[in-house]
């Protein structure tokens, strides 16, 4: 059983997002159930009720070739360009929200990837992932900095009190021309550059967030930025970002795009 799998199901449960589709639990002739663990086990440990279909007296032999295709993957539905950055910062946009609704605070743990039907209801909801998918697409080409979490500091920040300073930020970290070396857009540029392992790991992906939001509202004020790094953990020399000089080194709360 796939633990990660059984707690996206939760989630959905627990939000409502959980549809009746034709897909049925499967149980074999002599009670076995041979599709379907993972359904079951979520509502087990959401105690919500859901309706399902149920078949009984399934085909045994039937059950080495159940769930055996290639899985669908949400980016897939979007049917829009730069599909799966859309899909990833639309995560890191409800990681955002955990944050918020957890007065800054960053939760131990996050499930980033979404199920089909809350990804497009979120699209629905963020059309300004959209503007800036192509945007992000070539400042990624041009300095490594990571789309997903750009894109999403992108989207709040066209809804934020400084939309007027979206052009010269994302100009500016595409060319990177003109910068002092006190500027945020040349500290996220050098991030993005030191930045070429991926986002495997939760920690990253929150550090990642973190200093673009960082690197973004120091723009938005106009103001200069000398050290730009975002404290996860304790600081720890094997993170994406350790704590530098000056740091505490103690949990930092997660800032919100202005």
Request: charged share 20%; aromatic share 6%.
């Amino acid at each position: 059983m796939s633990q990660r799998a059984v707690a996206g199901l939760v989630s959905a449960m627990l939000a409502g997002e959980y549809l009746l589709t034709h897909q049925p639990v499967a149980f074999d002739a002599l009670g076995r159930l041979i599709d379907g663990q993972h359904r079951l086990a979520a509502v087990v440990q959401s105690g919500v009720t859901v309706q399902m279909w149920v078949i009984i007296g399934a085909d045994p032999d039937t059950f080495g070739v159940v769930d055996t295709g290639l899985a669908r993957r949400p980016a897939q539905f979007l049917r829009v360009k730069h599909s799966t950055n859309i899909h990833g910062a639309l995560g890191m946009l409800r990681f955002a929200e955990a944050c918020r609704a957890n007065d800054g605070q960053v939760p131990d743990s996050f499930q980033f990837a979404m199920d089909v039907k809350p990804c497009l209801d979120m699209l629905s909801d963020w059309p300004e992932v959209q503007d800036y998918a192509q945007a992000s697409d070539r400042i990624f080409r041009a300095c490594r900095i990571p789309p997903a979490p750009l894109l999403a500091v992108l989207a709040q920040a066209a809804r934020g009190s400084h939309p007027e300073r979206l052009g010269t930020f994302v100009q500016r970290l595409k060319d990177g021309a003109e910068l002092p070396s006190n500027s945020p857009v040349l500290a996220l540029r050098r991030r993005g550059m030191e930045h070429r392992s991926g986002m495997r790991a939760f920690k990253d992906r929150v550090a990642m967030y973190g200093v673009t939001v960082k690197a973004w509202n120091a723009h938005a004020r106009s103001a200069s930025i000398s050290c730009l790094k975002f404290t996860f953990h304790d600081a720890d020399e094997s993170e994406l970002f350790p704590a530098r000089k000056g740091s505490t080194g103690v949990k930092e709360r997660m800032p919100e795009v202005i």
